[in-house]
């Protein structure tokens, strides 16, 4: 698949919400042995689990991921505008610096800085 190409599939190829893709019904509620709700509440209890855990998360997303994605892209836009015009120069500076004090600790002829300031 090509790099521009969005995988609808796969979501998350490099595991990074990996931890949150285990969170199950069991994991959140439970009933001891010996104590046991009626079966059509806790398989209701269970449907109404799902069904709100997606619907909140298909909300937020709607409402609220588009709104991150852009604020996210801006961050990493912002990152390399800084990184291209404030480092990229703040280094070329750094390295002219250091050319001037190595020509200042030895000094040429006044004939050749002449002309290296003409070239």
């Known amino acids: 698949m090509a790099?521009?190409?969005?995988?609808?599939?796969s979501r998350d190829p490099n595991g990074v919400?990996?931890?949150l893709g285990?969170?199950?019904f069991n994991d959140v509620l439970g009933e001891p042995d010996g104590t046991h709700s009626i079966d059509?509440?806790?398989?209701?209890?269970?449907m109404c689990f799902e069904c709100w855990k997606g619907l909140c998360y298909k909300l937020l997303t709607l409402?609220?991921?588009i709104c991150i994605a852009a604020?996210?892209?801006?961050e990493f836009a912002y990152i390399a505008f800084y990184h291209s015009y404030q480092?990229?120069?703040?280094?070329?500076?750094q390295e002219d610096f250091l050319v001037y004090e190595k020509c200042r600790r030895f000094p040429i002829p006044n004939y050749l800085s002449i002309t290296i300031?003409?070239?």
Not at 3 to 9: E, N, R
Not at 40 to 46: D, E, G, I, P
Not at 71 to 74: A, P, T, V
Not at 87 to 93: C, D, E, K, Q
């Open 17 to 19: 919400n990996a931890h």
């Open 87 to 93: 480092l990229s120069i703040g280094n070329r500076r």
């Open 3 to 9: 790099d521009d190409q969005l995988d609808l599939v």
């Open 63 to 65: 409402f609220c991921g």
């Open 40 to 46: 059509c509440v806790w398989k209701l209890s269970y």
């Open 117 to 119: 300031l003409y070239i």
């Open 22 to 24: 285990t969170l199950l």
């Open 71 to 74: 604020e996210w892209g801006c």
